[in-house]
């Protein structure tokens, strides 16, 4: 019996089971599979489209709202969504409106537009930062925050929190040894430099540690997500927020917020909903409605002081920005989604669908009697196979069961529902319907009478 209460052999049986039917009814995906290993590593132009632990990737036809349908013809209801680049639905109309509006105009030109005045201004209101700059990932946006928080405090480590996910940057690249130290994180190719001489990792939910960490004097920015969301969801507890701005105050750090997983949270964010007052913030993934842009967020002290340590030369560099970022059809496509998609009438339908769906899970834990709980943050939540929800990422990753959970999310795809690959996550989006909730449990209803023996 495995933590998560469910037999191993029954898992290993229907494991082989449903990938033979996920063989049988993909063979248009299979064929497009071999095609694509010829010119694609791995068969995929990404190499995270691979991981959803198939025999052969999954290619699409088509995707609309929170459907998609594959290269087989087959639909599905979407609770992936992008991994949360298309939050708001696949195609919002208001997107797409915009780019057929503006296929005939230039598309980056290195020069303002006024829908730029009208995005800053936009996200000033909804996180409270009065700058803003603009880039095309989030990874890019934290990478120039990290840069800004070295030149004005002079420093030149960071801190970030066990379990944390920034994107590609290098620095943060690490975990918490089990000596206390940084280590790179497994898996991670052609690290550029020594994790440990740049970056100090503390657990989530390590007050002391923090404070011990800070108290050198040689941190310049502490970078975290609000809520950890790569090693599961993980929430914070009760007055660490609080904690977290008092002690980086008190020795001159700066707070950076990456908001990129918790948008779900509501309209501002956490930094919103809880009242956070960082020095920076990190918006990207569901920005331009699916499209690559992100944004990162200045109080007013950190602009001033990196306008007194910005020196332009005219054959220098500053290491901020790229060619492409804040073009005008990026700005003018994430005018359109602030504006008329992330809206507070989207964010109630997606929380009411996300209170639904967590009560059903809820119900189906109950009725098998399964040492599970339901993690939620607004529209994004997880079902993790413990009965308590993790206070860290180490409880979280301990919980985990990779053998179950790519179980389920195959006996799930077969059956017309895709998730996320990575844990089980579920987010919803304001275009799902109630029969794509009700499908959803239907299916994890069946899967566990057949992994529990309650169907047989």
Known sequence: MSPAGIESGRVSALATRERQRYRDEHPVSARLAREACAHLPGGVPMHWMSDWGLDFPLFLDSAAGAQLRDADGRDYADFCLGDTGAMFGHAPQPVAAMLRARAGFGYTTM?????????????????????????????????????????????????????????????????????????????????????????????????????????????????????????????????????????TRRHGTLLAIDETHTISAGPGGCTQVWGLQPDFVTLGKPLAGGLPAAAWGLSAGVERALAGVRQPVADGHSGLGTTLSAGALTLAVVRANLEEVMTDAAYARMFALAGQLQHGLERLIGRYRLPWCVVRLGARQELVFRPQPPRSAAESLAAADPALERLLHLYWLNRGVLVTPFHNMLLLSPEHREADLERLLDVLDAALGELTGAAS
Request: aromatic share 8%; glycine share 12%.
């Open 111 to 247: 020069l303002p537009g006024a829908d730029a005045i009208a995005v800053a201004g936009n996200l000033a209101q909804r996180f409270g930062l009065p700058y803003w700059q603009f880039a095309t990932t989030a990874s890019d946006a934290n990478r120039f925050l990290l840069r800004v928080a070295r030149a004005v405090t002079g420093r030149r480590k960071i801190l970030v929190f066990d379990g944390c996910y920034h994107g590609t940057v290098d620095e943060t690249l690490v975990r918490l040894g089990p000596d206390g130290a940084s280590r790179p994180r497994p898996g991670q190719l052609g690290p550029a430099f020594d994790c440990a001489a740049h970056t100090v990792v503390v657990g989530f939910d390590d007050p002391d540690g923090l404070d011990a960490a800070l108290a050198g004097g040689d941190i310049a920015v502490v970078l975290t997500e609000p809520a950890l969301t790569n090693a599961g969801l993980v929430l914070p507890q009760p007055g660490f927020h609080a904690h977290l701005r008092a002690a």
